[in-house]
């Protein structure tokens, strides 16, 4: 297990969000959390790194407590990776190591060589760790935001619609990337998505979130087969 999350609630301006959550995630695994808009599917996410501050409940990782360590340490061991890849005026090499070279772990001189092997990683070619990040496509930028995270050798991404803004092929490019890290890595994935074939195609479990409630949690292929809820049910009907 990395995650146990036990009976967190989230408040945001007097309003609730999370209701009374608990759920686990395995080491290694790829857990996809879904549902309708608005739902709280990002603030969830957002809470496994500090990013969110819960009202009550509590959140394990690995057996102690998120809040008992720095926020620092905490999000290097599990990195967001957001919808909008958040890179910045420079070039990929420079996006690549920022994390990097921020902490001191490597010098610019040094990282050629680690930055290239991240793209080929990530499914690009070295001869763009020259080019400026932002001329890069979305779907390119995406995943030099993906090799990025795991310069810092992060064991836990997590990580909020990353394919919302890309086309097909960049969303195969990215599946197949997941999917890739999961195996070759064992890297554990929280994924929030509106994507159902993405999630078909890579989720070991899913999770359901329905107006701040998490309604249900299974294996993939059973909550696409025949959901335990009509919570379940309803949500597949209004995708079918």
């Given at each position: 297990?990395?995650?146990?999350?036990?009976?967190?609630?989230?408040?945001?301006?007097?309003?609730?969000?999370?209701?009374?959550?608990?759920?686990?995630?395995?080491?290694?695994?790829?857990?996809?959390?879904?549902?309708?808009?608005?739902?709280?599917?990002?603030?969830?996410?957002?809470?496994?790194?500090?990013?969110?501050?819960?009202?009550?409940?509590?959140?394990?990782?690995?057996?102690?407590?998120?809040?008992?360590?720095?926020?620092?340490?905490?999000?290097k061991n599990a990195m967001m990776i957001l919808q909008s890849p958040s890179l910045f005026e420079g070039t990929v090499q420079d996006n690549i190591l920022l994390g990097l070279q921020f902490s001191g772990e490597i010098h610019k001189k040094d990282g050629f060589v680690l930055a290239s092997n991240l793209l080929d990683k990530v499914g690009l070619e070295s001869n763009l760790l020259e080019r400026n990040a932002l001329s890069l496509s979305i779907g390119q930028q995406q995943r030099v935001s993906i090799a990025r995270t795991l310069a810092m050798k992060s064991n836990i991404l997590l990580c909020d619609e990353i394919t919302s803004a890309l086309d097909p092929q960049s969303t195969i490019h990215i599946q197949q990337l997941l999917l890739a890290l999961k195996r070759e890595e064992k890297k554990t994935v929280i994924l929030v998505t509106h994507n159902m074939d993405l999630v078909q195609q890579i989720a070991d479990r899913v999770g359901l979130l329905i107006e701040g409630r998490l309604v249900e949690v299974s294996t993939t292929k059973a909550f696409f087969d025949n959901p335990s809820t009509e919570f379940g049910k309803n949500f597949l009907s209004t995708i079918a």
């Amino acid at each position: 297990m990395v995650y146990d999350i036990k009976n967190i609630s989230v408040d945001i301006h007097g309003n609730q969000i999370l209701k009374n959550i608990s759920f686990q995630i395995n080491e290694g695994e790829i857990f996809c959390v879904i549902g309708t808009s608005g739902s709280g599917k990002s603030t969830l996410l957002r809470t496994l790194n500090r990013l969110q501050k819960i009202k009550e409940g509590e959140i394990l990782l690995n057996g102690q407590s998120i809040y008992s360590v720095s926020p620092q340490k905490l999000r290097k061991n599990a990195m967001m990776i957001l919808q909008s890849p958040s890179l910045f005026e420079g070039t990929v090499q420079d996006n690549i190591l920022l994390g990097l070279q921020f902490s001191g772990e490597i010098h610019k001189k040094d990282g050629f060589v680690l930055a290239s092997n991240l793209l080929d990683k990530v499914g690009l070619e070295s001869n763009l760790l020259e080019r400026n990040a932002l001329s890069l496509s979305i779907g390119q930028q995406q995943r030099v935001s993906i090799a990025r995270t795991l310069a810092m050798k992060s064991n836990i991404l997590l990580c909020d619609e990353i394919t919302s803004a890309l086309d097909p092929q960049s969303t195969i490019h990215i599946q197949q990337l997941l999917l890739a890290l999961k195996r070759e890595e064992k890297k554990t994935v929280i994924l929030v998505t509106h994507n159902m074939d993405l999630v078909q195609q890579i989720a070991d479990r899913v999770g359901l979130l329905i107006e701040g409630r998490l309604v249900e949690v299974s294996t993939t292929k059973a909550f696409f087969d025949n959901p335990s809820t009509e919570f379940g049910k309803n949500f597949l009907s209004t995708i079918a």
